[in-house]
């Protein structure tokens, strides 16, 4: 039986020093549902938001959207992924200069794929010293001599069926994400949409 579309917005706010001054009861229910109970009001505010993302090419990026929304180019919005173990979640994101340089952040899911749950995904398993990369955006894995694929192929790509310990996963971004942010977000002379 097909589940119903969740329907809530999660939203967050930074501050001109990109400090999170703001969380939704959204955010903070989602972020308990979904393996990160960590993520309280009192672990996450006043933090710099840099803390949260992970991989340096994801960090860069996002300091170029930002950079462009506090220049006034403003909103800008882009799909990405916010996958668990269990489905494939196809969402989007908006971000929107709000005064004082401040910066909100408005994610919604735009459709659900439910699946059987994959152990690559499970945050609290064991992990090996071996690295997988993932793409930041649309969650897709880098398997080698292959390109970029879903996980269920690199599972099987790579073997990784009950193979135990897990491989850890680093984060960056695929080429076709970075091809549709380039689209998204349109350079000016001199820029570049990557960290190389």
Not at 5 to 29: C, G, M, S
Request: aromatic share 10%.
């Amino acid at each position: 039986m097909q589940k119903p579309l969740d329907q809530r917005r999660f939203i967050w706010i930074i501050d001109d020093a990109d400090k999170i001054v703001h969380v939704n009861d959204d955010w903070l229910v989602f972020a308990q549902e979904n393996t990160a109970p960590q993520l309280t009001a009192s672990v996450v505010l006043d933090q710099h938001i840099w803390r949260f993302i992970q991989g340096q090419e994801t960090s860069y990026l996002y300091r170029q959207i930002f950079r462009r929304v506090r220049a006034g180019k403003s909103p800008v919005t882009f799909p990405f992924r916010c996958d668990s173990p269990d489905c494939r979640r196809f969402m989007e994101m908006e971000l929107a200069l709000l005064p004082g340089d401040a910066i909100q952040f408005t994610a919604h899911m735009l459709r659900e794929e439910w699946r059987d749950p994959v152990d690559l995904l499970d945050a609290p398993r064991d992990r090996s010293g071996e690295f997988l990369k993932i793409c930041s955006w649309c969650k897709k894995i880098n398997i080698p001599g292959q390109g970029w694929g879903e996980i269920e192929t690199a599972i099987a790509a790579l073997d990784l069926f009950g193979h135990h310990p897990m491989p850890r996963m680093t984060h960056t971004i695929c080429d076709s994400c970075r091809g549709a942010l380039r689209l998204e977000l349109p350079q000016e002379s001199g820029e570049q949409l990557n960290s190389d």
